[in-house]
Structures are given as structure tokens and as C-alpha cells.
């Protein structure tokens, strides 16, 4: 029973170590090579103003060559998306030229905004987005994938409705040096839409 009391402290002191350096040092921009893929479980509730492709899915990033391709995986077999869909796995490794959330290098404490442009699902116009992204701070963080010491990012959306008023919404980011991702982000709007997305595997395949 001493032992184990004693290992547990030990992990934990270790736990709190990493965590306080995590806060202290500055994320850099990661190196993919040929073969790096991510799978992240996509759950979707309400209506996603941003007119999100994917709903309920496992989506698959695979990077080759310098850029990327996005799959769905279904059981039998992969689809390929359109590299024009708003698919949103995109900015969890920052491999979207338009949504800057992983602004790198960063650490905790720092903050950037940015805009983007839209078009909602029959809509004749665009919406200009106004973001803002902090960085929170550290903790650990378990999914499918694994656990994982990671920074806690907040992200803060805002547009004008066609009809007047304002629409925001919030995302969460959980962003892992270790698996150079995002892996995990919850989204919720002012409107009831949720997102959750989660990293359930990562690799390469050689």
C-alpha cells in the first residue's frame, strides 16, 4: 500500500513537472514527413453554421509530399473529400492557409486574432468572421489515442446575421507537442450547435 501511495506520488509530482514546463516553453511549428496520418471521431449536434461537410464520422489526415489529402474511413473503406470542403480537422494540425489558430511558435499566455470569410447553406452573401484565439494554459488530456500533456487554447468566433444580430460560438483546443495535433476541441454555439472532436489514432506508415 506504501509503495503504491508512493508511486502515485511520484507520477503526479512528475505529472506537475511536465505540466509547469509545458507552460513555460514555447510550442514550435512541428515537421510532418511522407506518411504521417491523424484519425480523429467527429460527433456533431444542431445546425453547424459554418456548413460542415463531415457530421458524425471518422475523418483520416494523411500527409504526403507537402500537403495533405482528408478521408472518410468507413468500415469497409476510405472516401476522399473534395479539397474545397469546409472539413473541420483542417486547423487542428494548421494545415489551413485561411484559419490561423495554431499561430506558431506560442506558449501560454499569448493571444493573435484574425478573419475569414463564409457562406452559409442558402445564404447570397458572405459572413466575415472575427476570431480571436488565447492561450489558456496546460493540463493533461486522455482520448481513444492515449494521454497526453497538452495546452489548453480558447477560441472566440463572432459574425453578423443576415437578418441583424450576432452570432458566437467557442472552441476549445487541447493542442499535444507529441502528436504535433490538436487532440482534442469542443465547439459550441450561441445558436446549440456542438462539435467534439477527439484524436483516436496517429502514426506512419512508411
Do not use: C
Not at 507552460?23 to 504521417?36: C, K
Not at 449536434?45 to 500527409?63: C, H, L, P, Q, R
Not at 484565439?133 to 495546452?151: C, H, M, R, Y
Not at 454555439?189 to 484524436?199: N, P, T, V, Y
Amino acid at each position: 500500500m506504501k509503495m503504491s501511495i508512493f508511486a502515485s506520488t511520484v507520477l503526479a509530482n512528475l505529472l506537475l513537472a511536465s505540466l509547469t514546463a509545458l507552460s513555460q516553453e514555447q510550442v514550435q511549428a512541428p515537421a510532418f514527413r511522407d506518411g504521417d496520418f491523424w484519425q480523429f471521431k467527429v460527433t456533431e449536434k444542431g445546425f453547424i453554421g459554418s456548413s460542415s461537410e463531415t457530421g458524425d464520422a471518422i475523418i483520416e489526415v494523411a500527409y504526403a509530399q507537402g500537403d495533405i489529402k482528408i478521408f472518410r474511413v468507413l468500415s469497409d473503406r476510405k472516401e476522399e473529400y473534395d479539397r474545397k470542403a469546409p472539413i473541420p480537422v483542417r486547423p487542428l494540425l494548421e494545415l489551413s492557409k485561411e484559419h490561423i489558430d495554431l499561430k506558431f511558435p506560442f506558449a501560454v499566455g499569448q493571444k493573435w486574432d484574425y478573419e475569414y470569410t463564409f457562406r452559409p447553406r442558402g445564404a447570397k452573401r458572405d459572413n466575415r468572421v472575427s476570431v480571436e484565439i488565447q492561450v489558456k494554459g496546460s493540463e493533461s488530456v486522455t482520448t481513444p489515442a492515449g494521454s497526453f500533456i497538452a495546452l489548453r487554447m480558447h477560441k472566440d468566433e463572432s459574425w453578423a446575421r443576415p437578418q441583424g444580430g450576432h452570432v458566437s460560438q467557442v472552441t476549445t483546443y487541447f493542442y499535444s507537442a507529441q502528436t504535433r495535433s490538436v487532440v482534442k476541441s469542443l465547439m459550441e454555439s450561441q445558436d446549440g450547435a456542438r462539435r467534439e472532436i477527439e484524436l483516436i489514432k496517429y502514426g506512419a506508415l512508411r
